[in-house]
């Protein structure tokens, strides 16, 4: 059974930065790709970033340059550094794992961007 557990949310003025951390327990984590999403009260979740095994990266437009994605695979995490951050940003944010071990999603943790 595979478990991911997200830490680093929480409440950040306009323009501060974040990082969230998403670790996963079990041993498919280098095998499997990984991402974050976000939804937002009343919104679809919607793909954040995402990182494949071999570390190439992909961003929803609207963090381009401000966000940046990473994983270690000797630790079996994953992160996300949050900088620049927008009140748009605010929503919960969502660790997920997938590939041909199966598709995980973590519990969430909420940012929330003040004006």
């Known amino acids: 059974q595979v478990q991911l557990v997200e830490s680093g949310g929480g409440l950040v003025q306009a323009g501060g930065s974040l990082r969230l951390s998403c670790t996963a327990t079990?041993?498919?984590?280098?095998?499997?790709?990984m991402g974050w999403y976000c939804q937002a009260p009343g919104k679809q979740r919607e793909l954040v970033a995402a990182?494949?095994?071999?570390?190439?990266?992909n961003y929803a437009d609207s963090v381009k340059g401000r966000f940046n994605i990473s994983r270690d695979n000797a630790k079996n995490t994953v992160y996300l550094q949050m900088n620049s951050l927008k009140p748009e940003d605010t929503a919960a944010y969502y660790c997920?794992?997938?590939?041909?071990?199966?598709?995980?999603w973590g519990q969430g943790t909420q940012v929330t961007v003040s004006s």
């Open positions: 997920k794992s997938w590939g041909v071990y199966g598709s995980y």
């Open positions: 990182i494949t095994t071999g570390g190439s990266t």
């Open positions: 079990g041993s498919i984590f280098s095998r499997n790709a």
